[in-house]
């Protein structure tokens, strides 16, 4: 089955503690994305990748990193995680050609205490 | 720069009512736009799309048109179910980009009751 799947589904964690949320996509995909989704402020984009090795920053990339050594995967990382990145996260992946569809993983629910 | 603005929800409708959920676009060139949906606990999903002007997109009862004119991609259904409630996006792409860099509504929650 064709899929984004994420890992975890839910997480708990304390400020300052390193966190890496998995993203894995099985349709030989070029494109992958993190977005991330809060209340009243819809989906912002943190970070995306066009192909291998090749990564740019979205509208809200700061306190995030992300890493695309292969083409199947597409990890963030929180380095030192702050309540403010309390959210709900999502990965999508695509051909990255116009009018190919996002596909979007189930979440993330990440909480910072 | 880019930017969409969808009507705020939460909209709430009876089973078999029409409904329509505006959105509006500001962008440069030419954008793709589509519509998204996302039911509870779970990823978005791609509804519609359309490409050009005054293209029409349609998929499980609804549509939305590409109107360049009045700048808009309202979504509709001529009769809503239960399983329609979710909340919904609007979207388009940035001007010389993939689909893939979109640029999201805030989304509109409806709920539809029996």
């Known amino acids: 089955e064709a899929q984004v799947t994420q890992n975890p589904r839910y997480l708990i964690t304390v400020t300052g503690k390193k966190l890496t949320v998995t993203c894995s996509q099985n349709m030989n995909h070029e494109y992958m994305s993190w977005y991330r989704q809060d209340p009243g402020l819809g989906l912002r984009q943190i970070y995306y990748?066009?192909?291998?090795?090749?990564?740019d920053k979205g509208d809200v990339p700061e306190g995030y990193k992300v890493s695309r050594k292969e083409k199947r995967n597409f990890p963030l990382i929180l380095e030192s995680p702050s309540p403010n990145q309390t959210s709900l996260y999502f990965c999508a992946s695509s051909f990255g050609r116009n009018n190919s569809p996002l596909h979007f993983g189930n979440g993330t629910r990440l909480t910072v205490t | 720069g880019n930017s969409v603005t969808q009507m705020e929800g939460p909209v709430t409708l009876s089973e078999e009512a029409f409904l329509t959920i505006n959105c509006t676009y500001t962008?440069?060139?030419?954008?793709?736009l589509f519509w998204y949906v996302q039911y509870p606990g779970e990823g978005l999903q791609l509804l519609l799309k359309?490409?050009?002007?005054?293209d029409k997109g349609s998929n499980k009862g609804f549509e939305a048109t590409y109107r360049k004119e009045t700048t808009s991609f309202h979504l509709e259904k001529g009769s809503v179910q239960v399983s329609d409630s979710a909340v919904y996006f609007c979207?388009?792409?940035?001007?010389?980009?993939?689909?893939?860099?979109?640029?999201f509504g805030k989304g509109t929650k409806l709920s539809v009751k029996p």
């Open positions: 359309a490409t050009k002007a005054d």
């Open positions: 962008a440069t060139g030419y954008p793709s």
């Open positions: 990748s066009m192909n291998v090795e090749v990564t």
């Open positions: 979207a388009l792409t940035h001007y010389g980009g993939s689909q893939g860099n979109l640029i």
